[in-house]
């Protein structure tokens, strides 16, 4: 399983990224975010996940706000994986997000 290191804006270990099976990124977020660059940096008691979706996660050393985002890869399997009910569902949400109303403004001109 290749692992990689996710940080906040200050180098702060705040998880780890795997792939799973299909190739799709998940965060396994620790519990407390770790200084890689500290005397001792601390142990990892506890990870939590797989986290798919869209996520703050805030570093509680530094307190900076990173935004964990689904993937592109993880949306389409998420996607596949629904019956077309559902599918029927999801395409007029979608359309009714991209779709802005027209709002009516007042003449305001004057003649002459």
Do not use: F
């Amino acid at each position: 399983m290749d692992l990689k290191q996710w940080h906040c804006k200050n180098r702060h270990t705040l998880g780890m990224i795997r792939l799973n099976g299909n190739g799709i990124p998940q965060l396994m977020l620790y519990r407390h975010a770790v200084d890689p660059n500290a005397e001792q940096p601390a142990e990892v008691d506890l990870m939590i996940g797989p986290l798919v979706g869209r996520i703050p996660v805030r570093c509680d050393i530094c307190d900076d706000v990173s935004l964990w985002d689904v993937s592109v890869d993880a949306l389409a399997e998420l996607i596949m994986g629904l019956k077309q009910d559902r599918l029927d569902q999801l395409q007029i949400r979608l359309l009714k997000g991209r779709v802005k109303p027209v709002q009516k403004h007042r003449n305001r001109a004057r003649l002459g």
